[in-house]
């Protein structure tokens, strides 16, 4: 296994996605216990939309963002705490601030792949302070790769120290993904990271395209929990890059975080369905999945045919106010 990998674990942030934001605070540090006897190098912890995401548009989330993260940094000697902040969602004195006080290492600003300009006041705040500051693009398979290495570079010029680019729609094909880590090294000379989903069942395949073409940064999750089909399941791309071999203690500290997930939300680990296909195949957020399901049912109006819309109208993430509107349409057609 390539020791050079930064594994990245976001089950304790996208993975409240699929428990709709109510995660606790006991669970999170019993989680961040467990974290600390595998190979992880940060933790991600909070709100599925970040800092400061809690609302009644996006969940309300069943504990603070303080609570979780102080819960996460009491068993976190040798990991680094993370986070993943939206502007908009997340403010400097209301959400950051407190959150450097608490003691987070790692800071991800994120934007839409194409608005990255809106991440300067973050990251030039964060970039004056002792902390690790990421620059993050979602929904990366919206722009081209001369638009992404483009977007990458304004961040870089913020003060970012590293790229991270999202599948969030779980789109990509492993060629896609190679091409623009291979495209984001020979333009940047920082660490290039990547998230996947896995709405087309190549979650695992991504992400190890993205380490075979140079990624440093890959992003993990228990049992794949996450928005939509989920994300790369930790133990699988583990076990596909021979850790249960080259380093079994490790493998099996991975395989008990499994464990713990699985015996706490066995009625919320992601599954790839037919609507998460359809998701991944239109490019449509994978986030959206919960509210298109239950519009589905509510509205009469097939999953289908709410997809197409949304990936017509090229939503993207914080738009959820715009779906029941597009199912409502959709009904009276």
Excluded at 22 to 39: D, M, N, P, R
Excluded at 227 to 247: I, Q
Excluded at 321 to 328: D, G
Aim: net charge negative; with cysteine.
């Amino acid at each position: 296994m390539e020791r050079s990998i930064r594994f990245y674990d976001v089950s304790l942030r996208d993975g409240n996605h699929a428990l709709k934001h109510q995660l606790s605070a006991e669970f999170v540090a019993a989680y961040a216990a467990l974290s600390g006897k595998t190979s992880t190098w940060a933790l991600e912890v909070g709100h599925g939309n970040g800092l400061g995401g809690s609302s009644h548009l996006v969940g309300k989330s069943a504990e603070t963002d303080q609570n979780l993260l102080e819960s996460a940094r009491a068993f976190l000697p040798n990991s680094q705490l993370a986070v993943h902040v939206i502007p908009g969602f997340a403010t400097i004195d209301r959400d950051i601030q407190p959150a450097v006080d608490v003691g987070v290492d790692v800071f991800r600003i994120a934007s839409h792949a194409s608005e990255a300009t809106v991440c300067q006041t973050h990251i030039e705040y964060l970039s004056n302070l002792p902390v690790e500051v990421h620059g993050v693009l979602m929904m990366s398979h919206t722009v081209t790769i001369a638009q992404l290495v483009e977007q990458a570079k304004i961040l870089l010029e913020f003060g970012a120290t590293a790229i991270v680019f999202m599948d969030s729609a779980g789109h990509y094909r492993p060629s896609d993904v190679g091409e623009r880590v291979r495209a984001l090294r020979s333009e940047t000379a920082v660490d290039v990271g990547f998230h996947a989903h896995n709405n087309l069942g190549l979650a695992v395949q991504n992400a190890i395209a993205a380490i075979e073409s140079g990624a440093s940064i890959v992003d993990v999750s228990s049992r794949g929990l996450g928005a939509g089909a989920g994300n790369v399941p930790f133990e699988l791309l583990a076990l596909a890059l021979g850790m249960d071999e080259t380093a079994p203690e490790e493998f099996s500290g991975v395989l008990a975080l499994a464990d713990l997930v699985s015996s706490n939300f066995p009625q919320f680990l992601p599954q790839i369905s037919p609507s998460s296909i359809r998701s991944g195949l239109l490019g449509v957020f994978s986030g959206y999945a919960p509210q298109v399901e239950k519009l589905s049912e509510e509205f009469g109006v097939s999953a289908a045919k709410i997809w197409a819309s949304v990936a017509a109208r090229k939503l993207v993430a914080g738009q959820e106010s715009m779906l029941r509107e597009i199912a409502q349409d959709l009904q009276n057609l």
